[in-house]
């Protein structure tokens, strides 16, 4: 069998299981950590409301994005956990949150914003479309590499840093938001 057949059957079989947990999802939205995320509210609503992503929602604050964030978009986020700034070598964020860093917190935040809103089904038929993998450019000026293999969606920035999407999906009032367990970062 064919790569590209081969993907686009795996890529059939992964929307379709897709499509069965949001049917028994019915009307519920998505939980992120404790907090379930509601389709009604903005990107930056609903990552306020989970403990899991605190660390992003300082950063976004920190870095006056909130506004941006909480506008029609339509946006799509690749949602950084509090682990995978943990991830970060030591200081990091904190070092990150001081004024004078600020332009480059932003440009790091921006590198997790897409403008447009990518549901997972887009992000892996272009991915299929194009051999297993394509490069996605984001706001903040970032060619991330999606790789989509063994059912799971990858991104890597231009350093080589891999993001694994752990919550794929959820939906937002501008957009949607993919949960993954590593920051990206620009080009060093």
């Known amino acids: 069998m064919n790569l590209k057949k081969y993907i686009a059957q795996t890529v059939a079989a992964s929307l379709m299981t897709l499509a069965v947990a949001q049917a028994i999802a019915g009307a519920h939205g998505v939980m992120v950590g404790s907090a379930e995320m509601v389709a009604s509210k903005t990107i930056v609503e609903n990552a306020s409301a989970s403990d899991e992503l605190a660390v992003l929602v300082a950063a976004v604050t920190a870095a006056g994005l909130v506004e941006t964030l909480q506008s029609a978009g339509p ?86 840093n891999v993001a694994t999407v752990t919550i794929a999906d959820v939906p937002q009032k501008n957009g949607v938001i993919h949960v993954i367990d590593t920051v990206l970062l620009p080009k060093s």
């Open 75 to 160: 946006f799509t986020v690749l949602a950084p956990t509090n682990a995978a700034f943990a991830k970060l070598p030591a200081g990091t964020v904190d070092t990150l949150l001081k004024a004078e860093n600020i332009e480059m917190l932003k440009t790091i935040l921006t590198c997790h914003v897409v403008a447009a809103k990518a549901m997972a089904a887009d992000v892996i038929k272009m991915a299929a479309d194009n051999g297993g993998m394509a490069e996605l450019g984001t706001v903040g000026g970032c060619i991330l590499t999606v790789k989509y293999y063994y059912n799971k969606v990858t991104f890597t920035d231009e350093n080589g």
